[in-house]
């Protein structure tokens, strides 16, 4: 199970951190990732990160005002925003990967929203 927290309200330029605690399962064996899914459109991928963190990848639009980590310790991914835009708003999910990047763990996603 993921729960996702730190989702909110926010103005164009702000930061905003969001977490996804996992429960169950062995959350160092899987890969993770957050997605989002803005208003009227089709969920789309934000970020990923593999077991050990050695292989990150961000997505073209976030790249330089995302960062994605983990700390297996605490069964915790962890998306931190900077630089917020308006298109940013969105529900963002975690989600986790036993093998490959079949997500098959889905949390129930966060709001962010960034106004102008």
């Known amino acids: 199970q993921l729960v996702e927290s730190g989702g909110g309200l926010v103005q164009a330029g702000g930061s905003l951190g969001l977490s996804c605690a996992a429960s169950?399962?062995?959350?160092?064996?899987?890969?993770l990732a957050w997605f989002r899914q803005p208003p009227g459109k089709e969920r789309e991928f934000v970020a990923t990160?593999?077991?050990?963190?050695?292989?990150?990848y961000v997505t073209d639009s976030v790249k330089g005002r995302f960062t994605i980590s983990r700390d297996n310790a605490k069964s915790t991914v962890y998306l931190q925003m900077e630089s917020l835009k308006p298109e940013d708003t969105a529900v963002y999910y975690c989600?986790?990967?036993?093998?490959?990047?079949?997500?098959?763990?889905w949390g129930q996603g966060t709001q962010v929203t960034v106004s102008s």
């Open positions: 169950g399962g062995t959350f160092s064996t899987y890969r």
């Open positions: 989600a986790a990967a036993a093998f490959g990047t079949n997500y098959s763990v």
């Open positions: 990160i593999s077991r050990s963190a050695t292989s990150i």
